[in-house]
């Protein structure tokens, strides 16, 4: 759990179980996918699932949305705001807990590749 509270970034299982061993390598894989587990049951880690991907996990306790990068994943955090929560009649017998956004699209490090890749390619055709 201290590691995921110092994170900025949102690592995965796998990110998350190195970091404990390095610091402490009795600690096995096992141990640490399970405590992931629990901490999310819990409430106290949030797991945010990347499409294709690993799921990356979230200890921040504040509330906010998430930005995921399509090109390279990157898991960024977006200020909170409230969501409308849909009418009751969209929700059938459904218990609605919370609502919260997943923004997809480029993140500022792939769009400026994108961008100098498609400016590069404007010069060659020229």
């Not at 299982?13 to 390598?25: G, H, K």
């Not at 009795?26 to 499409?51: C, F, I, Q």
């Not at 977006?78 to 929700?91: G, K």
């Not at 993140?107 to 590749?113: D, E, I, L, V």
């Amino acid at each position: 759990m201290a590691f995921l509270m110092e994170q900025n970034s949102h690592p995965t299982a796998a990110e998350t179980f190195e970091a404990v061993n390095r610091v402490d390598p009795r600690s096995s894989r096992a141990t640490t996918y399970n405590n992931l587990r629990d901490l999310v049951k819990a409430g106290l880690v949030r797991e945010v699932a990347v499409e294709g991907r690993a799921a990356r996990y979230d200890a921040k306790g504040m509330r906010h949305h998430h930005f995921i990068c399509d090109r390279c994943g990157e898991v960024e955090d977006v200020e909170w705001y409230n969501v409308p929560n849909p009418a009751s009649r969209h929700l059938g017998k459904r218990v609605l807990r919370e609502c919260e956004i997943i923004f997809r699209g480029l993140c500022t490090k792939c769009a400026q590749r994108r961008a100098s890749t498609s400016a590069s390619r404007r010069v060659r055709s020229h």
